[in-house]
C-alpha cells in the first residue's frame, strides 16, 4: 500500500493518552507539517499556539463544559455536563489553532494544516484528537483573560484545538468506509 494513504487509513482520533509530555522537537515537527499546507493564495493565515501548562489546559476544559451545558445538541450537552469528560481527553498538549481574520480562506486553510499536523503525528505514533469544543472559551467574561494566556494575535480568531499526546493503545477496529461518496461526470 502507498505509504501517504497507509497513515491517513491507520489515523485515528485518540481520546486516552499517557501523562508523558510531548517532546519539543516532536511538536516542532508537527508544526513544521501544519505550516506546509496549502492555502488561499498563500496567504498562510494560522497560528499554531501550544499549550502544555496542565491547569490552563484544564481550566480550556471546564469553561468550554460550562458554555455548552445549554447547546441544542443533545450529545453535546451530554458531554458538557458530565464531571468526568475532559474535552481534550486528558492529552498533555493541546494546540490551538487560529487564523488571520482577513485571510481569503481562513477556515480551509487552517483545516489543511490541521490534517498535515494530525497524519504527521500518526506517522510519528503520536496520537491526535482535533475538537472544535473549545469555542466556548471566548464567550463570557473570560474571553479576554484566555485570549490574553493564549497569545492569541490581534485580528486572529480561534477556531479549534488538536489533543496531542502518546496513546495509551492503538485503535485497530476501523470502521468500513461507505463506497457512495463519489460520481464521475464524462
Same mark, same amino acid.
Given at each position: 500500500?502507498?505509504?501517504?494513504?497507509?497513515?491517513?487509513?491507520?489515523?485515528?482520533? %485518540?481520546?486516552? !493518552?499517557?501523562?508523558?509530555?510531548?517532546?519539543?522537537?516532536?511538536?516542532?515537527?508537527?508544526?513544521?507539517?501544519?505550516?506546509?499546507?496549502?492555502?488561499?493564495?498563500?496567504?498562510? #493565515?494560522?497560528?499554531?499556539?501550544?499549550?502544555?501548562?496542565?491547569?490552563?489546559?484544564?481550566?480550556?476544559?471546564?469553561?468550554?463544559?460550562?458554555?455548552?451545558?445549554?447547546?441544542?445538541?443533545?450529545?453535546?450537552?451530554?458531554?458538557?455536563?458530565?464531571?468526568?469528560?475532559?474535552?481534550?481527553?486528558?492529552?498533555? %498538549?493541546? $494546540?490551538?489553532?487560529?487564523?488571520?481574520?482577513?485571510?481569503?480562506?481562513?477556515?480551509?486553510?487552517?483545516?489543511?494544516? %490541521?490534517?498535515? $499536523?494530525?497524519?504527521?503525528?500518526?506517522?510519528?505514533?503520536?496520537?491526535?484528537?482535533?475538537s472544535a469544543f473549545i469555542f466556548g472559551i471566548f464567550r463570557g #467574561?473570560?474571553?479576554?483573560?484566555? $485570549?490574553? !494566556?493564549?497569545?492569541?494575535?490581534?485580528?486572529? %480568531?480561534?477556531?479549534?484545538?488538536?489533543?496531542?499526546?502518546?496513546?495509551?493503545?492503538?485503535?485497530?477496529? !476501523? #470502521?468500513?468506509?461507505?463506497?457512495? !461518496?463519489?460520481?464521475? $461526470?464524462?
Amino acid at each position: 500500500m502507498n505509504k501517504i494513504l497507509e497513515v491517513i487509513k491507520n489515523r485515528r482520533s %485518540t481520546r486516552s !493518552y499517557k501523562e508523558e509530555q510531548v517532546k519539543k522537537d516532536e511538536i516542532m515537527a508537527l508544526l513544521e507539517a501544519g505550516a506546509w499546507a496549502p492555502s488561499g493564495h498563500n496567504k498562510q #493565515p494560522w497560528q499554531f499556539t501550544v499549550v502544555q501548562n496542565k491547569e490552563l489546559i484544564k481550566k480550556m476544559s471546564d469553561r468550554s463544559k460550562y458554555t455548552a451545558k445549554d447547546a441544542e445538541k443533545e450529545k453535546m450537552r451530554k458531554m458538557a455536563n458530565n464531571p468526568d469528560f475532559n474535552i481534550f481527553h486528558k492529552a498533555p %498538549t493541546v $494546540i490551538i489553532v487560529s487564523h488571520k481574520n482577513d485571510a481569503i480562506t481562513p477556515l480551509e486553510d487552517i483545516s489543511a494544516a %490541521t490534517e498535515n $499536523i494530525l497524519l504527521q503525528a500518526e506517522s510519528m505514533g503520536l496520537g491526535t484528537c482535533w475538537s472544535a469544543f473549545i469555542f466556548g472559551i471566548f464567550r463570557g #467574561p473570560e474571553k479576554e483573560e484566555f $485570549i490574553k !494566556y493564549l497569545e492569541i494575535l490581534e485580528g486572529h %480568531t480561534l477556531h479549534h484545538a488538536i489533543a496531542v499526546g502518546y496513546p495509551n493503545a492503538k485503535v485497530f477496529n !476501523y #470502521p468500513e468506509r461507505k463506497n457512495d !461518496y463519489f460520481n464521475f $461526470i464524462k
